[in-house]
């Protein structure tokens, strides 16, 4: 049994900070790599930022520089600090886990408004 726990969505202000995370546990299993998918109402799923095994990250055009994704390998736990954020990075937030499975979060929303 994995359970995949993710937490730290929330309302904030445009400009604002919010610091999502997300812990893979339950068992012992190779993890491939983790990150983040949003996904707006009417709109697809998108990738927002993956970390590898090698620590090597991935963002989409929209949130790089203000997005930093890090991950605790220990404890199977990725980070998503979102800085500077903006309206249109609303969006229910939904951590995946690439491994032998793909496992995902049960989704955190996000909230920039005014």
């Known amino acids: 049994q994995v359970q995949i726990v993710e937490s730290g969505g929330g309302l904030v202000h445009p400009g604002g900070s919010l610091r999502l995370s997300c812990a893979a546990s339950?068992?012992?299993?190779?993890?491939?790599?983790m990150g983040w998918y949003r996904q707006a109402p009417g709109k697809p799923r998108e990738l927002v930022a993956s970390i590898n095994d090698a620590d090597n990250t991935n963002y989409r055009d929209s949130v790089n520089g203000r997005f930093t994704i890090s991950r605790d390998h220990d404890n199977n736990t990725v980070y998503l600090q979102m800085n500077n954020l903006k309206p249109e990075d609303t969006a229910v937030y939904y951590c995946?886990?690439?491994?032998?499975?793909?496992?995902w979060g049960q989704g955190t929303q996000v909230t920039v408004s005014s």
């Open positions: 995946f886990v690439d491994s032998v499975y793909n496992y």
């Open positions: 339950g068992s012992s299993f190779s993890i491939y790599a």
